[in-house]
């Protein structure tokens, strides 16, 4: 049972957007920043978001990151079928002294 | 570009003890926050500890604490994680990461994860 609670699975068509939610507590989301992910089946995680919604160079714009009190949301506009892959939010726990993750969220583009 | 390269998969029976390497390129292994992270089959990613730069001391996730040990030879920028008395449970794809981990002017924590290895698949079972 992952602290961080995110929807099993996400769909849309190419092109259209998508948004993808992470709920916490006032101990992690609601209190410190928060990290998305982007996982391909087979490969390793690879760094989206940082501190909310700052993307790393190379990271298109086409993807954003936001918090509002101790919920996250990543999304993803004019998707892409290479934007097939397991997304996964991250923050630190301030009670459990531990980084958390949520359970990931399949993004499928139909 | 830092770059992490870990050690092949391991099967072990289950008591026995598992260490993972990972090999640091391009920078040096001391000025980096190494942290480990794991993956179970059709799970999510599991944080199991590492080197905390916000408290300058490796701090362990409290589900592994007494049987997982991170170290670091920093002549040869190389990481390791041990971990002991392995159940079939702990099946699962061990990753390496570095990242950035403080506190920020509110007592905010930023943390993330930046530059991963690329696993290592460590099997339990008799």
């Known amino acids: 049972q992952s602290v961080l609670t995110q929807p099993p699975s996400v769909s849309a068509a190419p092109g259209q957007k998508v948004t993808i939610s992470c709920s916490g507590s006032s101990s992690n989301i609601g209190k410190n920043y928060v990290s998305w992910y982007q996982q391909v089946p087979g490969t390793a995680p690879k760094l989206l978001i940082h501190?909310?919604?700052r993307r790393p160079s190379g990271i298109p714009d086409r993807f954003s990151g936001s918090k509002s009190g101790t919920s996250a949301t990543l999304a993803i506009t004019g998707l892409q079928t290479g934007d097939e892959a397991d997304y996964y939010c991250?923050?630190?726990?301030?009670?459990?002294?531990?980084?958390?993750f949520g359970g990931g969220t399949k993004l499928t583009v139909l | 570009q830092v770059q992490l390269l870990q050690s092949g998969a391991e099967v072990k029976n289950p008591g026995a003890s598992v260490k993972v390497s990972c090999k640091v390129s391009a920078y040096m292994l001391s000025k980096l926050s190494m942290h480990w992270v794991r993956q179970t089959p059709g799970e999510g990613l599991e944080w199991m500890g590492g080197?905390?730069?916000?408290?300058?001391?490796?701090i362990y996730a409290t589900k592994f604490q007494g049987r997982v040990t991170t170290t670091e030879d920093t002549s040869t920028d190389t990481a390791y994680m041990e971990l002991s008395s392995l159940r079939s449970e702990d099946t699962a794809v061990y990753y390496c990461?570095?990242?950035?981990?403080?506190?920020?002017?509110?007592?905010?924590?930023?943390?993330?994860?930046?530059?991963w290895g690329q696993g290592t698949r460590v099997t339990v079972s008799s």
């Open positions: 990461t570095t990242g950035v981990q403080y506190y920020d002017v509110n007592d905010s924590r930023v943390y993330w994860f930046d530059t």
């Open positions: 501190e909310n919604k």
């Open positions: 080197f905390d730069a916000a408290y300058g001391e490796t």
């Open positions: 991250g923050t630190w726990d301030s009670s459990l002294s531990a980084g958390v």
